[in-house]
């Protein structure tokens, strides 16, 4: 049974930073190409970033240049880092493999980036 607990989330201000860790369960993790989502209230579940088993990555425009996605294999971890926060990434972010397997979703974690 495939698990995937995020954490690191918080209440943070503009221009701040976190750093948000996945560690996956029940899965050959080294084999699978990762993602960060993110919703926020009212919003439908968007990708922010991909990294690839070879480590290749990807973001969305909103996010480039401020975010940095990465992965410990050893650990089954996939990171998060997010450094000039703005309000509008507000959202709970969750991680998940590219295909969004439905089974696989996690509670998430709370981002919420004051004024």
């Known amino acids: 049974q495939v698990q995937l607990v995020e954490s690191g989330g918080g209440l943070v201000q503009a221009g701040g930073s976190l750093r948000l860790s996945c560690t996956a369960s029940g899965m050959i993790f080294s084999l699978k190409t990762m993602a960060w989502y993110r919703q926020a209230p009212g919003k439908q579940r968007e990708r922010v970033a991909t990294?690839?088993?070879?480590?290749?990555?990807s973001y969305i425009d909103s996010v480039k240049g401020r975010f940095t996605i990465s992965r410990d294999n050893a650990k089954n971890t996939v990171y998060l880092q997010m450094n000039g926060l703005k309000p509008e990434d507000t959202a709970v972010y969750y991680c998940?493999?590219?295909?969004?397997?439905?089974?696989?979703w996690g509670r998430g974690t709370q981002v919420t980036v004051s004024q």
């Open positions: 990294i690839t088993s070879g480590g290749s990555t």
């Open positions: 998940n493999t590219d295909s969004q397997k439905a089974n696989y």
